[in-house]
């Protein structure tokens, strides 16, 4: 039988993650392991703190393993050596490591001898969602020496890099996510998809074919953590109702996500006595068509990256409300593809709302311009075409490949 020699095999790429779970940077890795071409790259994932087994299903490739550092709470010095010792046997050509949770892990890439280490940003956390606390950008710059490429999500975060981080701009290669577009498309559902793991189901919305047509439902996806401010939403709703009598059993919103943020909504969503308008419905993996039962989209964060979710209600022709921050208003074109407003400005949110409530033009308009918008510019074709240019960069200036790695061993 015909053996290729090692340097017509396929790139091997090892990603690193702190944990491969429901979220917007996991869901892009997923997207980015299934659709470049598997003659070309092959694919490992590495996880800092382990894996949730149903979304790993989301791999199509069967060729592509999932490891878990396994990492203790707190300092682990153990881990660094386990991944050292898991770059040795698996012999990636390129480590890309995301975010500030595996950014120092690149030393241990060099340490190891990998020749093409990249480092993606994908935004910030509730402790730093400016990405300017002096120890995270002290841990960053030290990093600086033993990475050769930057892809930040947005613009924003690649002048972040520049102003605050100190990368030099020639070493920055900007990528926005990109979507599925036949997956993600307009159209709404029938038949009620919720219960599975939500608090209830949505009354008199798409969820459940839409029985009445003049409610409208309000919706976001995402992790539920503070920095994404899903409370802001619930007060906004409350807000409303106080001051809009007539809209009783006229507006919902469904929350989809989980995280550590969930127990302290559910509490918020009995205190602010929304439990009638109001599903938390917990991780979900029906994603479009959850999206097609929604009228309106919103995400409230304190910062973003570039955000998959709006990306995707884009693309399943919703209007989005977005607070202006981060990545949002590259994303999101105010009276055009949805409506924006300063993030400490609650009364502005609600006018948001309530325009939507309101003006059923404007979410149709709204929503087909940002359909529109996302199959222009936002398709997943480009997202791989600008991937697959930037690994096979990294392969043109590297040295001498390593020799095939061990393919028998099993995810663990």
């Known amino acids: 039988m015909e053996t290729r020699s090692i340097s017509a095999r396929p790139t091997l ?32 994932v590495v996880c800092l703190a382990g894996f949730n087994a149903e979304f790993r299903s989301r791999i199509r490739r069967d060729d592509v393993r999932v490891f878990s550092l396994e990492k203790r709470p707190g300092k682990d010095p153990g881990m660094y050596v386990r991944f050292w010792r898991l770059l040795r046997r698996l012999r990636p050509d390129i480590v890309h490591t995301r975010n500030l949770g595996t950014v120092d ?29 002096r120890k995270d950008l002290w841990i960053r710059r030290g990093c600086m020496p033993v990475i050769h490429r930057y892809v930040p999500m947005s613009k924003d975060i690649g002048r972040w890099l520049a102003a605050e981080v100190g990368v030099p701009p020639p070493r920055i290669r900007q990528i926005y996510s990109g979507v599925d577009t036949l997956s993600f498309r307009p159209g709404r559902c029938g038949g009620p998809p919720v219960p599975a793991g939500s608090d209830r189901p949505i009354r008199g919305s798409g969820v459940t074919g839409r029985a ?17 401010q899903q409370s802001v939403m619930l007060q906004a709703l409350r807000s409303i109702l106080d001051a809009r009598p007539d809209l009783k059993d006229r507006v919902k919103l469904i929350i989809v996500g989980d995280g550590p943020a969930a127990r302290d909504l559910r509490d918020l969503v009995r205190a602010l006595r929304l439990e009638s308008e109001v599903t938390l419905s917990g991780a979900r993996s029906d994603i479009p068509t959850l999206l097609r039962s929604m009228d309106v989209f919103m995400l409230t964060s304190l910062n973003e990256g570039i955000s998959n979710t709006i990306l995707e209600a884009m693309s399943s022709g919703l209007p989005v409300i977005a607070s202006r921050v981060g990545g949002n208003p590259e994303l999101v074109v105010d009276g055009v593809t949805g409506l924006t407003y300063p993030v400490d400005a609650p009364a502005a949110l609600e006018r948001a709302m309530l325009r939507y409530v309101d003006d059923p033009d404007a979410r149709t308009t709204h929503g087909d311009a940002a359909r529109a918008t996302v199959v222009r510019d936002f398709s997943l074709d480009a997202m791989m075409a600008r991937y697959a240019d930037l690994y096979r960069e990294m392969m043109a200036s590297s040295g001498p490949r390593a020799a095939p790695v061990d393919r028998s061993h099993p995810d663990r």
Not at 31 to 41: K, R, S
Not at 221 to 227: A, H, I, N, Q, S
């Open 105 to 133: 892990l690149q030393w241990v890439a060099w340490l190891a001898g990998i020749q093409g280490r990249i480092h993606g940003e994908h935004g910030w956390d509730a402790r730093d969602p400016s990405g300017k606390v």
């Open 212 to 228: 009445h047509e003049h409610v409208v439902t309000f919706g976001t996806v995402g992790r539920l953590d503070p920095v994404k």
């Open 13 to 44: 790429v090892a990603h690193v993650v702190y944990r491969l779970d429901f979220g917007g940077l996991e869901n892009g890795l997923v997207n980015l392991i299934n659709g470049l071409p598997a003659d070309q790259f092959d694919h490992v």
